[in-house]
């Protein structure tokens, strides 16, 4: 999904999409856009990155699955910080998301 | 937490806050902890408007339901991003603000932690664009992000119902609902709603597989016999980049399993349960109480009543109130969670056959629908058509009509009964109710027949659009001009557009698309 799309601008039910601060964080070194406050993966959502990681052993992309923070599968490294999920840690200023997504 | 806030509630959703507001009221202290960023559980996620009667906030949508309860909660300490990470015989482990970790030494303790979602396994489950239903609505509804655009759910309960109709309202297309069993799992009324949306329910199908390379691109489902078999021939694959697993949710236990607290399993609510009494204090523990999912799977009403109910206990125990209000409270609460569990949401299962067979009710079930007037009635002008045919504990739609034409009673489980004498077809029911399930019909026009369907999807048609009128099925059966389109703020959301389509079908059309999908329609 590219970034523009994969916004929900307006809804039925929720109304337009309140203007809000935005910030720049950094995916493998590439800036992305993200909404101040909301979960990185959102942010890389948005941008068309939807799968976050490879597992070790066989190399598999993972992405979103549970979206609470309970499953793990949207780990990162986040500011140096390893093993952090993504689905629930809120998109700052300046952040720095490492992931393993283009080891072969 | 200071030496004043003898109560510590874990969990600020529903149950959590409701305990929380009550416990307050009768003059405890209350910490609440919470490891989200904002308080609310998923009562945020909820865009739709709630069943029940008035005071379990019927005809109020989730997300709304969460305002007021966080403006009563105003006064409460709420902690969050504060995960708690254990629970030891005199204390309780907590990392604050995500931070630091710390421990408390409550008095009491109230756990609400709610429930996580059952997972199904087949190959290619782990395929980035296969993912929980709840995740999608969170992401969707709460971060408003379109996780993909074609989706395909697996499951046909309440939760893959509502969610089919939610990416509907946020652009994303759904191929179809897949069921095991050989009916709807979830309520006739969601079913309803989804089917004349044109979303296929496909009961005893199954997903086989799932195949893509760096994300889902081709779902592939078998049709299943009684024994859950898979049945030659009937294999299919469908377009969809994303799929949702609607399988049931389970209560999240790991922080009461550290306690020596018994559990019991009860199938229908999640499986292993933790033991408790009516006051929802623990078979085992008198300083530990529960409430909402993690007491058993049921609805944010329920999870409200039990909080409630927790929280008046714990307040008690401390001494707050006396034992006559404390026996005065308990009992009202108790009954309104017994007048919630009446009927639908843990009673018989409806006799609606064609409706939970198909999402479509069946001309007999129509015949006997006390909400729909008689074909010969119809002459005497524009009418009310309630086509609720389950028991669910409602009753906004007699609340609303000014007319007093629709009757539910005292026992709100009662399916409303049309009055078409005093019926004028005013239309202000069409809104109101919850399971939009009223339209209003007129057949008396020369050349037309008119219908008012309730409209929540953008964009909204306009005065003079023309379209197509769908039916029950989701099939487009006729042409239909919009005559009128009423989207003020007394409808919470709810438009009302009056279609004027061909004469006799007035009784059919139930739904509206600009798609040019008509074209070789008579």
């Known amino acids: 999904m590219s970034g523009c799309k994969a916004r929900v601008f307006n809804h039925p039910i929720l109304g337009p999409l309140p203007p809000g601060e935005t910030c720049t964080i950094t995916v493998d070194g590439e800036p992305i856009t993200a909404r101040k406050g909301e979960p990185v993966l959102a942010a890389m959502l948005a941008a068309g990155l939807f799968f976050v990681r490879k597992t070790d052993k066989l190399n598999e992309p993972r992405g979103l699955f549970c979206g609470i923070g309970l499953c793990t599968d949207c780990a990162v490294t986040i500011n140096g910080r390893p093993n952090t999920r993504s689905c629930v840690t809120p998109a700052g200023e300046g952040m720095v998301i490492e992931t393993n997504r283009s080891n072969v | ?522």
């Open chain 2, 1 to 522: 937490m200071n030496t004043k806030e003898k109560i510590l509630v874990v969990g600020a959703g529903p149950a959590g806050l409701a305990a929380a507001v009550e416990a307050v009221a009768h003059g405890a202290g209350v910490m609440l902890v919470d490891e989200n960023t904002a308080p609310g559980g998923q009562l945020l996620k909820q865009t739709h408007k709630f069943f029940g009667s008035e005071q379990h906030h019927a005809g109020v949508r989730g997300i709304d339901i969460a305002k007021k309860f966080l403006a009563r909660a105003g006064k409460i300490n709420i902690l969050l991003n504060t995960p708690v990470v254990g629970i030891y015989k005199d204390r309780v482990a907590m990392v604050e603000d995500n931070k630091a970790m710390r421990t408390a030494s409550p008095e009491r303790l109230i756990l609400a932690t709610g429930a996580a979602e059952n997972t199904l396994n087949f190959p290619g489950w782990t395929l980035p664009g296969v993912m929980t239903a709840g995740a999608a609505q969170t992401f969707v509804n709460l971060h408003r992000i379109r996780i993909g655009n074609r989706a395909v759910i697996i499951g046909s309960g309440n939760v893959g119902l509502i969610v089919a109709y939610q990416l509907r309202q946020a652009g994303i297309d759904v191929a179809a609902i897949i069921e095991a069993m050989p009916q709807i799992g979830g309520w006739g009324v969601h079913a309803a709603k989804v089917r004349r949306i044109g979303i296929p329910i496909l009961t005893r199908h199954t997903i086989k597989e799932v195949r893509g390379q760096e994300r889902v691109a081709e779902v592939v489902i078998t049709g299943i016999d009684g024994r859950f078999q898979p049945v030659a021939g009937t294999e299919r694959s469908l377009k969809a980049d994303t799929v949702l697993l609607a399988v049931g949710m389970s209560p999240r236990l790991q922080l009461l399993s550290m306690l020596r607290t018994g559990f019991k399993w009860v199938a229908d609510k999640g499986g292993w349960l933790p033991r408790f009494k009516p006051g929802m204090a623990t078979e085992s523990r008198h300083d530990l109480f529960v409430a909402g999912d993690l007491a058993g799977i049921e609805e944010a009403s329920t999870a409200i009543e039990e909080g409630k109910i927790a929280g008046l206990s714990a307040a008690y125990s401390l001494g707050c109130i006396d034992r006559g209000v404390y026996e005065e409270r308990l009992a009202v609460y108790r009954s309104a969670l017994k007048q919630l569990r009446s009927g639908l949401i843990q009673g018989p299962i409806t006799k609606a056959v064609g409706l939970k067979r198909t999402g479509v009710p069946s001309r007999k079930e129509m015949e006997g629908c006390p909400g729909i007037p008689a074909p010969a009635l119809l002459n005497k002008g524009p009418l009310a058509i309630v086509e609720c045919y389950e028991e669910i504990p409602c009753n906004p739609c007699e609340v609303r009509c000014p007319h007093k034409a629709i009757t539910v009673g005292r026992n709100i489980i009662a399916r409303p009964v049309l009055d078409a004498e005093k019926c004028v077809g005013c239309r202000l029911c069409i809104p109101s109710c919850p399971g939009q399930a009223i339209f209003v019909v007129d057949t008396t026009k020369e050349d037309h027949d008119l219908v008012s369907i309730p409209y929540e999807f953008y964009p909204l048609p306009r005065q003079g659009d023309k379209g197509a009128g769908i039916d029950r099925n989701g099939a487009v059966v006729c042409q239909a001009e919009v005559v009128q389109v009423q989207a003020g703020p007394k409808n919470d959301r709810t438009a009302v557009v009056t279609l004027s389509v061909p004469r006799g079908r007035g009784m059919v059309v139930r739904f509206y698309t600009r798609r040019e999908a008509f074209a070789d329609v008579q």
